[in-house]
């Protein structure tokens, strides 16, 4: 099983670009993906606190495969990074990463990986002295406290100006923030499952469907 995994917070790209970069690199690789799994939060939380990340990772079996646009996808600390990692490649998982293109199983030698997690480090070091966020990545904004609400009437098919009538918003700002956290591209997709631990909307949940192409020859069949 081949897995393309997207991770949806504030301090990273957003899905389509993640999408965009798994996707050219599978095409690149000859890799056909047979299911996208998406992550999505308000916040960046701590692998601890991403209960359906560490259920997923113990789903997947030995001879699986997981393409993700980096490594900081699966986590911007370095110290949860070398977990995750361990915790895949001894289950014989492999991981294969759009940027820098390379391939992380078995065979690696931890020696490899340890320049990936340096750079990861000054990704940090800069954030923590406020020098400036990753390429790609959104800051917090005012609207993520509605991200709920949004999510919920974007479902429910209501237009973006009936949405920022509700919430008594403006419309271009609001339009703005729904396409930089990629929420019309989330509810798009024909989820077949869905885990979460509270009952705000799509608040910190893993989401799992089938990839695009099989979901549009399911849809012809249908």
Request: charged fraction near 30%; aromatic fraction near 6%; proline fraction near 2%.
């Amino acid at each position: 099983m081949i897995y393309s995994y997207t991770r949806q917070i504030p301090t990273l790209s957003n899905l389509i670009e993640q999408q965009q970069d798994v996707l050219s690199f599978a095409i690149s690789r000859n890799l056909k993906i047979d299911k996208e799994v998406v992550e999505y939060a308000t916040k960046n939380l701590t692998i601890d606190e991403r209960s359906e990340f560490e259920s997923f990772l113990q789903s997947m079996q030995m001879g699986d495969s997981v393409i993700i646009s980096s490594l900081s996808i699966l986590s911007d600390r370095a110290s949860e990074l070398i977990k995750v990692i361990n915790c895949m490649l001894s289950r014989g998982i492999d991981v294969w990463i759009a940027n820098p293109n390379i391939l992380l199983n078995r065979d690696t030698n931890m020696v490899d990986i340890f320049p990936l997690l340096n750079e990861l480090n000054e990704v940090e070091k800069r954030k923590n002295s406020n020098i400036g966020r990753p390429k790609g990545s959104r800051s917090n904004s005012k609207f993520d406290k509605y991200k709920g609400e949004i999510i919920t009437l974007l479902n429910d098919n209501l237009s973006v100006s009936a949405i920022a009538r509700e919430l008594d918003v403006s419309r271009s700002s609001l339009k703005d923030y729904i396409e930089s956290r990629g929420l019309k591209e989330l509810l798009s997709r024909d989820w077949i499952e869905k885990s979460h631990n509270n009952s705000g909307g799509l608040d910190n949940v893993l989401l799992i469907c089938p990839f695009e192409e099989d979901r549009k020859n399911r849809l012809k069949v249908s």
